[in-house]
């Protein structure tokens, strides 16, 4: 079959899809985009998180025709531009939550749509939000360091923003 | 339209221009191409007309192979390739120390999951269809699953030389000591996974020579290239392997998994085939932890010094013998813990049974021997009246005392300084009033509001030997490059050593940031184009690895001051490199050295050697058998639910000492890590195995540590030199993982008085149901 949706921005098409292929899969081996990662494929391990229509999914559970004529955005598309990273990428880097980096992309959409829902999210909200994505190497102190500082920093812009002003 | 090329299909060399030499923490090449999804890790290859892989594996721990019929599946539409025994095309037979282990099964399976054929299809569902369609005629048999009948050479022999793999005694003073007091426990570890998030997986590309390149993630790449070129049946340089983007290890990739099938079918078919494990096909497609039972007896004083340490210790090795051999070696050279004994007898066995395969796995040996020992001290400090961490500084190792294999400690061991200060760091608040019941026992499931919860404390320390022990040639090659790239001037640094996770590629570029004076650093894709690398493990590839590159900087920069004082007509004595600049004794600039390097070219090739070690001896395990030994120590903080057996961690500290931190932020992300995959064996993670069969092989059974299961970590890191290693450093990924386990279960004795001699701990051995 063929699947049609748009993918960061871009409508893309996918030939030949089997109907028994995940979004995960047309994302990988169909659409070049091998960012969203494969670790367990049953909905477990959260590395294959994207947003679709705004919502993260693990995108293993969801059938590639399920995914027809609706918005799909992955890690690739976090980022504004070649050179930019988006600022939960860039507190990824910068505190050392990226280890072996297989569960970061998962972690990543989760992450910025808890800070997009709630702005500066407690540690315990933290918890609660990203403990659908698993993570091997990192035993998440860094994990929760680098969204604490994304959280601060989008803070800050925010705070600098004029509605603030008097 | 369908567009496929991606940044993340291809292995790229990483560079990056940043200052930050050992000591620092700068940021990780690959960092910004894995937090854009743009690293190409092993199962994200892509090749223009591949096809994909896949594995029969048997349903049976153990059986005789009757009969295979492949007819049907090599009928399927979009099926090119069936393949088995008959058609491996070299030496069907391969394993890491022993060569036991076929590629394909040839008249009899060992293990649920061991491969018997393979599929190549061009769709990677076809592929597992096609698998299906073989007929496999299997004569069951019964298994060999229990480890202590297989030391004693019950059941029938599953190899020609009988089913013990490896039997070692170490024996110190007096055999038959007697003392005041005496403790005598009986412990059992379950079967631990590496369950590493990126699967098993790569690609091979079949190349014009006849010969093949594989791109794959794994721990070494020239044991494998050794290994896949034997059972190809070509010449190592025919067999190129270049690594991919692994999504960490563990242990769990030091042996072969889809590297040989991916070669034969690739060479089959004439195209590049990829294959990916799946999840569930990754538990049956990896060795484990070795499961262990263990029997211990520990007399002392009544004052509270340790008089004597026996124990036996049984480690199953399942099918396939893999590092078993090894893995004993640890468990009887560090079974008696970081202590100060006299009379040792440890006697260990390493089997063959008809379970998993096991062999590395983090902590490798000394994590089983730890929750064994480590327990056993807190029993003795109880029967003595003593607090279990005075009682273990009392007796705790130092420079300059003997392990029971007559071993001398000649650097730095602060194991009671561990114990100190991990016991000094300020404990969390008590639970008071009306708490969040996110920070219970139980979470969100809203199993109780704090009634019925009880906190305990508890600590654990622990010994690993960091590198390859018992005289193995343990070394690591670097190959570097000097120029001036752009005006600018630029290292390459080009290892064949894995990085899987842990960071070595920041630390290879801080060494030569340190030693060269240059910001610009290029890593090098890892392959064996160059020197063997070794493994990435025993803690060792900053060790032996960083060793290599700090060499091949040594020689290059002799070699460029030797060209600078030519050229400025002084001598070479007291100049060296820093900043960019050629600079004398006094620190002042003479030149730049990009001027000095003009178009030349510097490059050096250099290997690094540990000091030598040596097999102990047969009759009483005497022997220099280790390079340097590591310490951590946990104390941990544990809510209980006495009522329903659940545990939350509340929090987890840390000590250890790391000689030197190259990379701080590293160093820390290793004990972060290390420590919660401790947490997981203590608590939730074991491969549930009956008569040889896995139970829970997924994600959904199998549980790791989440971010909810993983409480806050202050980590004191120690920095005292090794002065045998370079620049003093101590390996650092194994030891937290050794000693969280029993300081856990330590904590959850202290809150319940459960006596608790298995691991994980289980809700019904809390409730006593």
């Given at each position: 079959?063929?699947?049609?949706?748009?993918?960061?921005?871009?409508?893309?098409?996918?030939?030949?899809?089997?109907?028994?292929?995940?979004?995960?899969?047309?994302?990988?081996?169909?659409?070049?985009?091998?960012?969203?990662?494969?670790?367990?494929?049953?909905?477990?391990?959260?590395?294959?998180?994207?947003?679709?229509?705004?919502?993260?999914?693990?995108?293993?559970?969801?059938?590639?025709?399920?995914?027809?004529?609706?918005?799909?955005?992955?890690?690739?598309?976090?980022?504004?531009?070649?050179?930019?990273?988006?600022?939960?990428?860039?507190?990824?880097?910068?505190?050392?939550?990226?280890?072996?980096?297989?569960?970061?992309?998962?972690?990543?959409?989760?992450?910025?749509?808890?800070?997009?829902?709630?702005?500066?999210?407690?540690?315990?909200?933290?918890?609660?939000?990203?403990?659908?994505?698993?993570?091997?190497?990192?035993?998440?102190?860094?994990?929760?360091?680098?969204?604490?500082?994304?959280?601060?920093?989008?803070?800050?812009?925010?705070?600098?923003?004029?509605?603030?002003?008097? | 339209?369908?567009?496929?090329?991606?940044?993340?299909?291809?292995?790229?060399?990483?560079?990056?221009?940043?200052?930050?030499?050992?000591?620092?923490?700068?940021?990780?090449?690959?960092?910004?191409?894995?937090?854009?999804?743009?690293?190409?890790?092993?199962?994200?290859?892509?090749?223009?007309?591949?096809?994909?892989?896949?594995?029969?594996?048997?349903?049976?721990?153990?059986?005789?192979?009757?009969?295979?019929?492949?007819?049907?599946?090599?009928?399927?539409?979009?099926?090119?390739?069936?393949?088995?025994?008959?058609?491996?095309?070299?030496?069907?037979?391969?394993?890491?120390?022993?060569?036991?282990?076929?590629?394909?099964?040839?008249?009899?399976?060992?293990?649920?999951?061991?491969?018997?054929?393979?599929?190549?299809?061009?769709?990677?569902?076809?592929?597992?269809?096609?698998?299906?369609?073989?007929?496999?005629?299997?004569?069951?048999?019964?298994?060999?699953?229990?480890?202590?009948?297989?030391?004693?050479?019950?059941?029938?022999?599953?190899?020609?030389?009988?089913?013990?793999?490896?039997?070692l005694r170490i024996r110190k003073g007096e055999v038959e000591a007697?003392a005041?007091v005496m403790v005598v426990g009986?412990y059992?570890?379950?079967?631990?996974?590496?369950?590493?998030?990126?699967?098993?997986?790569?690609?091979?590309?079949?190349?014009?020579?006849?010969?093949?390149?594989?791109?794959?993630?794994?721990?070494?790449?020239?044991?494998?290239?050794?290994?896949?070129?034997?059972?190809?049946?070509?010449?190592?340089?025919?067999?190129?392997?270049?690594?991919?983007?692994?999504?960490?290890?563990?242990?769990?990739?030091?042996?072969?998994?889809?590297?040989?099938?991916?070669?034969?079918?690739?060479?089959?078919?004439?195209?590049?085939?990829?294959?990916?494990?799946?999840?569930?096909?990754?538990?049956?497609?990896?060795?484990?932890?070795?499961?262990a039972?263990i029997y211990y007896e520990h007399g002392a004083t009544?004052?509270g010094d340790l008089v004597y340490v026996r124990a036996k210790i049984y480690l199953?090795?399942?099918?396939?013998?893999?590092?078993?051999?090894?893995v004993v070696a640890n468990a009887a050279t560090l079974g008696a813990g970081p202590y100060k004994v006299d009379n040792v007898a440890i006697d260990c066995?390493?089997?063959?049974?008809?379970?998993?395969?096991?062999?590395?796995?983090?902590g490798f040996g000394a994590v089983q021997a730890a929750f064994g020992y480590e327990s056993q001290m807190d029993r003795l400090a109880?029967?003595?009246?003593?607090?279990?961490?005075?009682f273990r500084m009392r007796n705790a190792i130092a420079e300059g005392d003997t392990m029971p294999t007559g071993q001398r400690i000649?650097?730095?061991a602060?194991v009671a300084?561990?114990l100190?200060?991990?016991?000094?760091?300020?404990?969390?608040?008590?639970?008071?009033?009306?708490?969040?019941?996110?920070?219970?026992?139980?979470?969100?499931?809203?199993?109780?509001?704090?009634?019925?919860?009880?906190?305990?404390?508890?600590?654990g320390v622990g010994i690993k030997n960091?590198?390859?022990s018992?005289?193995?040639?343990?070394?690591?090659?670097?190959?570097?490059?000097?120029?001036?790239?752009?005006?600018?001037?630029?290292?390459?640094?080009?290892?064949?050593?894995?990085?899987?996770?842990?960071?070595?590629?920041?630390?290879?570029?801080?060494?030569?940031?340190?030693?060269?004076?240059?910001?610009?650093?290029?890593?090098?894709?890892?392959?064996?184009?160059?020197?063997?690398?070794?493994?990435?493990?025993?803690?060792?590839?900053?060790?032996?690895?960083?060793?290599?590159?700090?060499?091949?900087?040594?020689?290059?920069?002799?070699?460029?001051?030797?060209?600078?004082?030519?050229?400025?007509?002084?001598?070479?004595?007291?100049?060296?490199?820093?900043?960019?600049?050629?600079?004398?004794?006094?620190?002042?600039?003479?030149?730049?050295?990009?001027?000095?390097?003009?178009?030349?070219?510097?490059?050096?090739?250099?290997?690094?050697?540990?000091?030598?070690?040596?097999?102990v001896?047969?009759?009483r395990g005497q022997g220099d058998a280790h390079?340097?030994y590591g310490f951590a120590a946990?104390?941990?903080?544990?809510?209980?639910?006495?009522?329903?057996?659940?545990?939350?961690?509340?929090?987890?500290?840390?000590?250890?000492?790391?000689?030197?931190?190259?990379?701080?932020?590293?160093?820390?992300?290793?004990?972060?890590?290390?420590?919660?995959?401790?947490?997981?064996?203590?608590?939730?993670?074991?491969?549930?195995?009956?008569?040889?069969?896995?139970?829970?092989?997924?994600?959904?059974?199998?549980?790791?540590?989440?971010?909810?299961?993983?409480?806050?970590?202050?980590?004191?890191?120690?920095?005292?030199?090794?002065?045998?290693?370079?620049?003093?450093?101590?390996?650092?990924?194994?030891p937290?993982?050794i000693s969280?386990?029993p300081?856990?279960?330590?904590?959850?004795?202290?809150?319940?008085?459960?006596?608790?001699?298995?691991?994980?701990?289980?809700?019904?051995?809390?409730?006593?149901?």
């Amino acid at each position: 079959m063929r699947v049609t949706f748009t993918v960061n921005g871009e409508r893309r098409e996918a030939d030949d899809v089997w109907e028994g292929e995940s979004l995960l899969y047309v994302l990988r081996e169909r659409l070049g985009l091998p960012g969203s990662k494969n670790a367990c494929e049953q909905g477990e391990c959260g590395s294959c998180t994207v947003y679709l229509d705004g919502v993260p999914v693990c995108s293993c559970l969801v059938a590639a025709g399920q995914a027809q004529d609706r918005e799909v955005r992955t890690v690739e598309g976090l980022a504004e531009g070649e050179d930019r990273l988006d600022p939960v990428q860039e507190a990824f880097v910068e505190a050392g939550a990226v280890q072996c980096g297989f569960c970061t992309p998962g972690l990543l959409v989760a992450a910025h749509d808890l800070i997009a829902r709630t702005g500066q999210p407690s540690d315990a909200e933290i918890r609660e939000a990203l403990a659908g994505n698993l993570c091997r190497c990192t035993g998440y102190e860094k994990i929760m360091e680098a969204v604490r500082l994304a959280a601060a920093r989008r803070a800050e812009t925010r705070g600098g923003s004029p509605e603030v002003g008097p | 339209m369908t567009q496929r090329t991606s940044p993340g299909h291809r292995v790229r060399e990483l560079t990056t221009a940043v200052s930050g030499g050992i000591g620092e923490s700068p940021v990780r090449p690959d960092g910004t191409l894995k937090v854009r999804g743009e690293f190409a890790y092993s199962s994200d290859l892509w090749h223009e007309d591949m096809l994909w892989g896949a594995t029969l594996r048997s349903p049976h721990p153990y059986a005789r192979i009757l009969a295979v019929d492949i007819t049907e599946a090599v009928r399927m539409p979009g099926v090119y390739a069936v393949m088995t025994h008959e058609d491996v095309p070299g030496a069907n037979i391969y394993g890491l120390e022993h060569a036991d282990q076929p590629v394909l099964a040839v008249d009899v399976v060992r293990y649920q999951g061991e491969p018997v054929a393979l599929v190549a299809a061009d769709h990677p569902e076809t592929a597992q269809r096609a698998a299906k369609r073989i007929r496999v005629e299997y004569e069951v048999l019964d298994p060999v699953t229990d480890m202590v009948a297989a030391a004693k050479g019950e059941g029938p022999a599953l190899h020609p030389d009988g089913n013990v793999v490896r039997y070692l005694r170490i024996r110190k003073g007096e055999v038959e000591a007697t003392a005041d007091v005496m403790v005598v426990g009986e412990y059992e570890v379950g079967m631990q996974d590496q369950a590493f998030l990126g699967p098993e997986s790569g690609l091979a590309v079949p190349a014009e020579d006849g010969g093949v390149d594989l791109y794959v993630a794994t721990q070494w790449l020239h044991v494998d290239q050794r290994q896949v070129a034997h059972a190809l049946g070509l010449p190592l340089e025919k067999v190129r392997l270049t690594l991919a983007g692994v999504g960490g290890a563990f242990g769990g990739r030091e042996d072969l998994s889809m590297q040989v099938h991916a070669c034969m079918l690739a060479l089959r078919t004439g195209r590049p085939v990829k294959m990916v494990y799946n999840r569930e096909e990754s538990f049956f497609g990896h060795v484990h932890r070795h499961p262990a039972k263990i029997y211990y007896e520990h007399g002392a004083t009544r004052d509270g010094d340790l008089v004597y340490v026996r124990a036996k210790i049984y480690l199953d090795g399942g099918a396939y013998a893999s590092s078993t051999p090894a893995v004993v070696a640890n468990a009887a050279t560090l079974g008696a813990g970081p202590y100060k004994v006299d009379n040792v007898a440890i006697d260990c066995w390493g089997v063959y049974t008809n379970n998993p395969p096991c062999g590395a796995m983090r902590g490798f040996g000394a994590v089983q021997a730890a929750f064994g020992y480590e327990s056993q001290m807190d029993r003795l400090a109880e029967r003595l009246g003593m607090d279990p961490v005075e009682f273990r500084m009392r007796n705790a190792i130092a420079e300059g005392d003997t392990m029971p294999t007559g071993q001398r400690i000649d650097s730095p061991a602060p194991v009671a300084e561990l114990l100190r200060r991990v016991r000094d760091l300020p404990l969390p608040p008590e639970r008071r009033g009306r708490v969040d019941i996110r920070e219970l026992p139980g979470g969100v499931s809203n199993t109780t509001h704090g009634e019925g919860v009880v906190r305990g404390v508890g600590y654990g320390v622990g010994i690993k030997n960091i590198c390859f022990s018992e005289g193995f040639d343990d070394y690591s090659t670097a190959r570097l490059r000097l120029q001036v790239i752009g005006g600018e001037p630029t290292a390459m640094i080009h290892t064949a050593a894995a990085e899987v996770g842990q960071g070595l590629v920041t630390v290879k570029q801080q060494i030569v940031r340190t030693e060269l004076g240059v910001e610009r650093v290029t890593v090098h894709p890892m392959d064996t184009s160059v020197g063997n690398g070794g493994s990435t493990s025993a803690s060792r590839q900053t060790y032996v690895t960083g060793g290599a590159v700090r060499k091949a900087c040594h020689t290059v920069r002799d070699r460029v001051l030797r060209m600078a004082a030519h050229r400025l007509g002084v001598p070479q004595e007291g100049l060296s490199l820093a900043g960019g600049k050629v600079v004398d004794a006094r620190g002042a600039a003479l030149a730049d050295l990009a001027e000095v390097l003009g178009e030349e070219v510097v490059e050096a090739t250099e290997e690094y050697r540990h000091r030598p070690t040596y097999r102990v001896d047969a009759e009483r395990g005497q022997g220099d058998a280790h390079v340097q030994y590591g310490f951590a120590a946990h104390r941990a903080v544990v809510d209980v639910d006495v009522e329903l057996g659940l545990v939350r961690v509340v929090q987890l500290d840390c000590a250890q000492d790391v000689g030197r931190a190259i990379n701080p932020q590293a160093v820390l992300g290793q004990i972060h890590g290390g420590s919660a995959q401790g947490l997981g064996l203590a608590v939730m993670e074991e491969i549930q195995v009956v008569g040889g069969k896995v139970r829970n092989p997924s994600f959904t059974d199998y549980l790791i540590p989440t971010i909810l299961d993983m409480p806050p970590m202050t980590v004191d890191v120690l920095e005292l030199a090794d002065p045998h290693a370079p620049y003093g450093l101590r390996g650092v990924g194994e030891p937290p993982t050794i000693s969280s386990t029993p300081a856990i279960v330590a904590a959850i004795r202290a809150a319940t008085g459960r006596a608790l001699h298995r691991v994980p701990v289980r809700p019904e051995h809390i409730t006593g149901t």
